[in-house]
């Protein structure tokens, strides 16, 4: 937690180094979420916009602009005025992955990073029952286990893990399935 109110401490201290932007912000300031309230990443700007309120003696508010998997918060964002009023507040994968998954109406260059906020370890776990106790171990599984279909992969929404299941394939050179599910359809890659 420390780390991550210093981060955005360090960040509101870059954008207001300078003698040009020594009076910011006179104004408030707007940090658009593009993902629902209650989730990490308007957790975790909530906990940056008050501690930046605290330092800068000034609003900071959050703008939760939802919907299609952060696209259209992060469109919002990159048609915003850059003066520094409006800041996008979302994990890089958003402007990363998305553009190479889906049509977008940004591009990654319209933004420029000011901090890192926080980060997130990912592991990989499997059932105690699974043949192989480690990554290494992957190749030497059991025959009657090499056989069977491809598992069905689904990360449930598009992702870091979505990019990589599909584009991978399993060391026995079997390409495993692809299951993306929404509301109205369930469609096998």
């Given at each position: 937690?420390?780390?991550?109110?210093?981060?955005?401490?360090?960040?509101?201290?870059?954008?207001?180094?300078?003698?040009?932007?020594?009076?910011?912000?006179?104004?408030?300031?707007?940090?658009?979420?593009?993902?629902?309230?209650?989730?990490?990443?308007?957790?975790?700007?909530?906990?940056?916009?008050?501690?930046?309120?605290?330092?800068?003696?000034?609003?900071?508010?959050?703008?939760?602009?939802?919907?299609?998997?952060?696209?259209?918060?992060?469109?919002?964002?990159?048609?915003?005025?850059?003066?520094?009023?409006?800041?996008?507040?979302?994990?890089?994968?958003?402007?990363?992955?998305?553009?190479?998954?889906?049509?977008?109406n940004f591009a990654t260059s319209d933004f420029e990073p000011i901090s890192i906020v926080a980060s997130s370890p990912f592991v990989v776990t499997v059932g105690k029952d699974f043949p192989a106790s480690s990554p290494s171990h992957r190749g030497r599984r059991p025959r009657k286990w090499r056989r069977r279909s491809p598992p069905i992969c689904s990360a449930g929404v598009r992702s870091q893990t979505t990019l990589h299941r599909k584009n991978s394939k399993r060391v026995d050179g079997q390409t495993s399935r692809f299951a993306q599910s929404s509301a109205r359809r369930r469609s096998i890659v």
């Open positions: 937690m420390l780390k991550v109110l210093a981060r955005a401490f360090f960040a509101a201290y870059l954008l207001c180094s300078t003698g040009a932007n020594a009076s910011w912000p006179d104004r408030p300031v707007t940090l658009i979420v593009p993902y629902a309230a209650g989730g990490i990443t308007d957790v975790l700007a909530r906990l940056t916009a008050e501690h930046l309120q605290r330092t800068f003696k000034q609003s900071f508010i959050i703008q939760n602009e939802t919907g299609a998997g952060g696209i259209i918060g992060a469109a919002n964002a990159a048609r915003a005025k850059p003066d520094g009023y409006t800041l996008f507040f979302a994990p890089i994968a958003l402007l990363t992955l998305s553009p190479l998954t889906t049509k977008v």
